[in-house]
C-alpha cells in the first residue's frame, strides 16, 4: 500500500454513477461489491464457517434461561401472595403482570451477570475466544476506520495520533492504514481538514482523509462507501468513533485473532470511558469500570458466536462484511421506516446470517470512549438509540436471521420499554392504593411506609438491579492490584455507595426521559441524528428546565395524588423527589466543579484517573525493536 498514489483536498476523487462528489487524500481505489441484503430471501441463516462457538452454547442459553425464570419466579412470590391474600381484581392482576414483564429481564441481566462474574473470578474470561500474551507482527493489512461528523476534529486526530505513535512504538505501522470518514458539513471542512494534515504530517502510519459531499444513510452509508470503494485492499477494519481510544497491543491481539480464526466475522471489545470531568460523566466512568467487565464476560459466556456488535471499538473482516452486511431499507416512512438507526447491532445480525461468527470479548483491555457529560445530552443520544432498537422489533419475524440475533432485538427494544412499564407500574401501585382509606391511627403515619405488594416489587427489583454492581465491586476487592489502583478498600466503598446513590436518584429522570422517547416514536416523530457533544461545563437553567418539563410534570402529578394518601409519602420519596428537582439534578451533576469536588473527596475515581484522559501523541523514544511486542499478560 505504501506506493499507492495519493490525491490533493482540492481535486476530486472520481464518483461513480449516481454518487455525491466526495473530497480528500485518498490512496487508488479497490472497489468491493456491497450487495443490499434482502431479509426475505432465505428461511435460515448459514451455518458457522468455524468452531469458535462454545460447544455446550445451548447448555449455557438453557440454564440462563431457566435460572432467570426461576429467579423471576421467586422475587414474584411475596408480591403474589399480598395480592392473592383478597383474591386478585382486575388491576392487581394489571399490576401483577406488569410486575413480571419488568422483574423477567431484569432477572435474565442478573443471571447473566453473575455467570460473568464467576468466569472472572476464575480467570476464565479467554476460554472460549483466547488471545495472545505476546502476539506476532501482523501478516494481514487492516483499516484503522474513523467517521466524523461534525465533531471536534482536533481531539478525534489527537485520538488517532496516539493509536498511531502506540503502533508504531511496536514496529507494526506498516500493517495499518488510517481513514479518516467525514460526513461533516461544508463549515466543519476547514478545521478538520487542517487538523488532518497535522496528523497526516507526523503518522507512522498512512493516513488517509475523504468527504463526501451528502451524509447518505448517515454513519453506515459512510463505512459502506469506504468498502465498496477501498474495501478489496484491506483484510480487515478496526471501526473506531471519533471519542475512541485503543492501545496498539490491543489492536495487535485482534488482528492476530482474525488471523487464526478465519470464520470470525466481528469481534467486540468492551470499551471503559474515560476522560469525564462533569459529574454525571464520571458517574457513568466509574460505573462502567468497576462494573462493566461483568457484565461484557456473561454477555460473552452465553451469546457464544451469535453475539452483538456495538458499532467501535470493534475489529471486523472486510469481505464478509461487505459480502453481509449492507443494512435494508425499511419499508415505510420514519420513524417507523426508512434507515435504520441502530445500525450496528443488525450488521452484527447480517453477518450471523452470512455464517460469521460475531464475538464480544471481556478479556482485553485497551478499548476506550467517552460519554456524553450532560444529563440532557445523554437524553437527548438516548431518544435516537430508542428508534433504532424500536425499528429493530420490524426484524424479529424474518426467519433468515439467527434466533439469537432475533432475541436481541427484543432485549434491545426492552431496554426502553421498561421505562413506560415501570412508570405504569408506579402509576397503578398508587392507583390500587388510593382506593383504600388512610390509616389516621398512628401520629407518625407520615414517616412510617406501609408496606405494600407494589413496594416489595420495587425492593426486589432494586436488589437484582444493585446485584450485578455488588458483582463487580466483589471483583475488584478480591484483585489486590486492582484494589490499589482504585485507592484501596474504603475507597471502594465509598466510591459504589455514592455511585448506587447518585444512579437511583437519576434513574427516575431516565424513566420519564424513556417514556418520552417510546411516546414519540409511537407517534410517529423521528428523533434525527444530531452530533454529539462531547464536552461541558455546566447546563444553564433555562435549558434545564426547559428539557426537564416533562419530569417535574410528572412528579408533580404524582404529589397531588399522594396528597390523598399521605402515609404513602415516605415509600413514594425516592421516586417523586427526584422528579420534583429534576433541573436541579441536571444543572448540579453537569458541572465539571462537582465533579472536582467529588475527585477532591476520593469518590468515582478509576485507576489512572488522569492519564487515560490524555489525547496527546506519545513520543516514540526509540526505534522499534521485537522486544516491543513483548506485551504484558492480560490479567492480574
Not at 285 to 306: K, L, N
Not at 478 to 494: H, N, S
Not at 543 to 555: E, S, T, Y
Request: glycine share 8%.
Amino acid at each position: 500500500m505504501s506506493g499507492l498514489a495519493l490525491r490533493s483536498l482540492a481535486e476530486r476523487s472520481p464518483p461513480r454513477a449516481g454518487e455525491p462528489v466526495a473530497y480528500g487524500w485518498l490512496p487508488d481505489e479497490a472497489p468491493l461489491a456491497m450487495p443490499r441484503q434482502d431479509l426475505s430471501v432465505g428461511t435460515a441463516p448459514q451455518p458457522l464457517r468455524g468452531k469458535t462457538s462454545p460447544a455446550d452454547v445451548a447448555l449455557r442459553r438453557l440454564a440462563l434461561a431457566v435460572c432467570a425464570l426461576a429467579l423471576t419466579a421467586l422475587v414474584s412470590l411475596c408480591p403474589y401472595v399480598l395480592y392473592a391474600r383478597e383474591g386478585f381484581d382486575r388491576l392487581e392482576m394489571v399490576a401483577f403482570a406488569v410486575f413480571l414483564a419488568l422483574a423477567t429481564p431484569i432477572a435474565l441481566w442478573f443471571v447473566s451477570a453473575g455467570a460473568g462474574f464467576l468466569l472472572l473470578l476464575n480467570g476464565r474470561e479467554q476460554e472460549d475466544l483466547p488471545f495472545a500474551a505476546h502476539p506476532q507482527a501482523p501478516t494481514a493489512k487492516t483499516a484503522l476506520i474513523m467517521p466524523l461528523c461534525n465533531e471536534d476534529a482536533r481531539a478525534a486526530m489527537g485520538r488517532l495520533s496516539a493509536l498511531d505513535a502506540s503502533l508504531a512504538r511496536l514496529g507494526v505501522s506498516d500493517a495499518f492504514d488510517i481513514f479518516v470518514l467525514s460526513d461533516s458539513g461544508a463549515a466543519a471542512a476547514a478545521p478538520e481538514e487542517a487538523a488532518f494534515a497535522g496528523l497526516r504530517a507526523q503518522a507512522h502510519c498512512a493516513a488517509y482523509y475523504r468527504r463526501r459531499a451528502k451524509n447518505v444513510e448517515r454513519k453506515a452509508g459512510n463505512i459502506a462507501d469506504w468498502v465498496s470503494r477501498f474495501g478489496a485492499a484491506y483484510d480487515h477494519m478496526l471501526v473506531l468513533d471519533a471519542d475512541s481510544t485503543l492501545a496498539g497491543e490491543t489492536a495487535l491481539r485482534l488482528v492476530q485473532a482474525m488471523e487464526e480464526n478465519p470464520g470470525i466475522g466481528l469481534i467486540q471489545t468492551a470499551p471503559t470511558i474515560v476522560g469525564a470531568q462533569t459529574l454525571f460523566a464520571k458517574i457513568s466512568q466509574f460505573s462502567v469500570r468497576m462494573y462493566g467487565r461483568v457484565a461484557a464476560a456473561g454477555w460473552a459466556w452465553w451469546t457464544g458466536a451469535e453475539s452483538s456488535y456495538w458499532g467501535h471499538n470493534a475489529i471486523v473482516r472486510v469481505a464478509a462484511f461487505a459480502a453481509c452486511a449492507r443494512l435494508p431499507i425499511l419499508p415505510g416512512e420514519k420513524p417507523h421506516g426508512g434507515d435504520i438507526l441502530s445500525h450496528d447491532v443488525v450488521e452484527g445480525a447480517l453477518l450471523r446470517r452470512g455464517g460469521w461468527a460475531v464475538h464480544v470479548t471481556a478479556a482485553l483491555d485497551g478499548s476506550c470512549e467517552e460519554t456524553p457529560p450532560t444529563l440532557t445530552d445523554f437524553i437527548r443520544r438516548d431518544w435516537r438509540w430508542c428508534q433504532g432498537n424500536l425499528q429493530h422489533l420490524r426484524l424479529i419475524g424474518h426467519k433468515s436471521l439467527h434466533p439469537m440475533s432475533r432475541a436481541q432485538f427484543v432485549m434491545g427494544a426492552t431496554a426502553y420499554l421498561s421505562s413506560p412499564l415501570w412508570l405504569a407500574a408506579l402509576s397503578i401501585g398508587l392507583l390500587i392504593e388510593l382506593r383504600n382509606p388512610v390509616d389516621w391511627g398512628s401520629f407518625w403515619y407520615v414517616l412510617h411506609p406501609r408496606v405494600t405488594p407494589f413496594m416489595l416489587g420495587t425492593l426486589a427489583s432494586a436488589f437484582l438491579l444493585v446485584g450485578p454492581k455488588l458483582m463487580g465491586a466483589a471483583l475488584v476487592l478480591r484483585r489486590p492490584r486492582t484494589r490499589r489502583a482504585f485507592g484501596g478498600w474504603a475507597a471502594v466503598a465509598r466510591s459504589v455507595t455514592a455511585e448506587m446513590a447518585l444512579s437511583a436518584v437519576l434513574a427516575p429522570l431516565f424513566m420519564v426521559a424513556n417514556t418520552m422517547a417510546v411516546a414519540q416514536f409511537l407517534r410517529g416523530r423521528d428523533a434525527g441524528w444530531r452530533p454529539q457533544q462531547r464536552e461541558a461545563d455546566g447546563l444553564a437553567w433555562s435549558d434545564a428546565m426547559r428539557a426537564m418539563r416533562p419530569q417535574m410534570i410528572v412528579g408533580a402529578i404524582f404529589t397531588a395524588a399522594l396528597g390523598f394518601r399521605p402515609d404513602l409519602a415516605v415509600s413514594f420519596a425516592p421516586i417523586v423527589l427526584p422528579l420534583l428537582f429534576a433541573p436541579h439534578l441536571a444543572v448540579w451533576t453537569s458541572r465539571r466543579a462537582t465533579g472536582d469536588a467529588f475527585a477532591a473527596r476520593g469518590l468515582l475515581a478509576i485507576p489512572d484517573d488522569d492519564r487515560t484522559t490524555a489525547t496527546a501523541v506519545l513520543p516514540v523514544a526509540h526505534a522499534p525493536t521485537r522486544a516491543d511486542l513483548e506485551l504484558v499478560p492480560l490479567s492480574d
